[in-house]
């Protein structure tokens, strides 16, 4: 970020206010049907996009991640499953998942109206957020383009800020990891996201109707609106988060449908990549439709990172047969997340990992040059390729495993050119992100309530 930017956005940050206990009355009411909405990934983009401009957001996000694992408090608590993964409760309400790409970005959307009458956008999804937020008018200092009109708050007949007295002020330091500010002249309630060296959001913390699908609705949900972004978010509207923060959009949804949620990722960078996956939220979302059942894992809590979802991988094997390197080497951070496009493991799990992969494929395809954070790169198409593709698994702590096929290692960057789709994770703190390419097709449940995640193969294609 200029310097420029950077002055301003510190001249608009306030001293903290203490962090309390978030409470929305207006949600705590008796539970309902989950939803269900579609997920979309898009090819055909509406501005141009670049595999390095890709690459390069997604190297910002993974510092952004990193950052926020830099306090040293590393010391891990496995988290608690229950006895039994049979569940209850209502029927979910799913949302379309799509690709981002008509967006500029390498990471999924949905649709959501805010307000009243409701005004739709187009929403990107992130697991390591908390705080959702969108751009909204008269955007007094700076807003990015995006593919939908901005919010117009003054038309929301339901739309109202926060003071800086209230507890949902106190509690964005948790949500954010920024103080809270406090306009000296409304007394309103100003929230600050930052994702990375040059990513952030600045404006005023909101409530309004938020609407899912026409017949599910939250009267009274909190969110930021953006007055000043800038930064790595493509042509989206803003960000849904989906952390395990009090004011994530999962919590702020929990006391209705349940504290969970799944979603499958539709695959992308191909011509069938216009098909749609979905979000799914609520408890009966966890109860996986497809052929196979749930492998669950248990989530590992870090203090202080509860908003992350971290869980423990112990082995990768390809072709079946486990890679070299030491158990000690796994033992580093893990965290799964939809906001990261590409894989990234710590340097030796990596290298052994490539040099399996190799061995099996540069016997009947061509070694090329590597491109941007990919160094492992082959002549040759996904398609013409597949049936040699050994298969990749990530084995997690208690079984669990990603089971992964050749649409979720390989990526094509272009005709003739295709790579590996993992990443180094260099520097002093090594780190393990499990990106939503390894994700696609795979149904992924949440189930923050019983600290574990499941997955299940063939959720969607």
Known sequence: MSLFWLLLFCAHLAIASSLVKFEDNDLRNKKQDGMYLDLYHVTKSTSPFTFSDMFKKDEEHVRYLKSRLDNKEDVRISGTTSSSDKVRGPKPVSIPLKSALSLASGNYYVRI?????????????????????LQCQPCKVYCH???????????????????????QCSSLKGSTLNDPGCSSKTGTCVYSASYGDSSFSFGYLSQDVLTLTPSETLSSFVYGCGQD???LFGKAA??????????????QLSNKYG?????????????????????????????????????FTS???????????????TSITVAGIPIGVAASSYKVPTIIDSGTVITRLPMPVYTALKEAFVKIISKKFAQLPGVSILDTCFKGSVKTMSEAVPEVQLIFQGGADLSLK?????????????????????????????????????????????SKIGFAPGGCQ
């Open 238 to 251: 803003g960000i849904l988060g989906l952390g395990n923060d009090n004011l994530s959009m999962l919590a």
């Open 299 to 313: 989530l590992v809590k870090f203090p202080n990172k509860q908003s992350l979802y971290f869980i423990d991988l």
């Open 113 to 133: 109206g805010l307000g009243t009458p409701a005004q739709y956008f187009s929403m990107i999804i992130d697991t390591g957020s908390s705080l959702s937020w």
């Open 406 to 450: 050749a649409h979720n290692t390989l990526i094509e960057i272009k005709n003739g050119t295709t790579c590996l789709a993992f990443s180094g994770s260099s520097g002093f703190n090594p780190i393990v992100i499990i990106g939503n390419y390894q994700q696609q097709t795979i149904k992924v449940a949440y189930d923050v309530a019983n």
């Open 145 to 167: 383009d995006q593919v939908d009109p901005l919010f117009n708050s003054s038309t929301s007949k339901t739309y109202r800020t926060f003071p800086c007295s209230s507890p």
């Open 229 to 231: 972004n800038q930064g």
């Open 259 to 295: 504290n969970a949620f799944s979603y499958c990722l539709p695959t992308s960078f191909s011509a069938s990549s216009s098909k749609e996956g979905f979000l799914s939220i609520g408890t009966s979302s966890l109860t996986s439709s497809s052929s196979s059942s749930y492998k």
